[in-house]
């Protein structure tokens, strides 16, 4: 089993920025989750979920959408099973509620190939 707790959410002015954190717990996770990589999607009101970004086990390689790239940054730290995005420049294009996610196998990030999700945390920026 896999637990994602997503916090860092909150209302901000454009321009501003958020720090999100993803905390993965449960017996499973602890035993693999070190050689998982891990990401961010989002889902604004009347969208479809997207992907945002996503990292692999080391950290080494990380992806982008195109809409945040130079914009934001996500990182881990496996020694608190932990990922972060740092976003910057906020729009208000970027509310949406952001989950947390790991895929099932490698850096795959389609929407079929996740195989956990966070409840999500909410981003809104204001204009």
């Known amino acids: 089993q896999v637990q994602l707790v997503e916090s860092g959410g909150g209302l901000v002015q454009a321009g501003g920025s958020l720090r999100l954190s993803c905390a993965a717990s449960?017996?499973?996770?602890?035993?693999?989750?070190?050689?998982?990589?891990m990401g961010w999607f989002r889902q604004a009101p009347g969208k479809e979920r997207e992907f945002v970004a996503g990292?692999?086990?080391?950290?080494?390689?990380?992806y982008y959408a195109d809409s945040v790239k130079g914009r934001f940054t996500i990182s881990r730290d496996n020694a608190k099973n932990t990922v972060y995005l740092q976003m910057n420049s906020l729009e208000p294009e970027d509310t949406a509620l952001y989950y947390c996610?790991?895929?099932?196998?490698?850096?795959?990030?389609?929407?079929?190939?996740?195989?956990?999700w966070g409840q999500g945390t909410q981003v809104t920026v204001s204009s």
């Open positions: 996610v790991v895929p099932r196998a490698g850096t795959s990030w389609t929407l079929r190939a996740i195989a956990y």
């Open positions: 990292i692999n086990w080391s950290g080494g390689s990380t």
């Open positions: 449960g017996p499973t996770f602890i035993t693999y989750g070190m050689d998982w990589s």
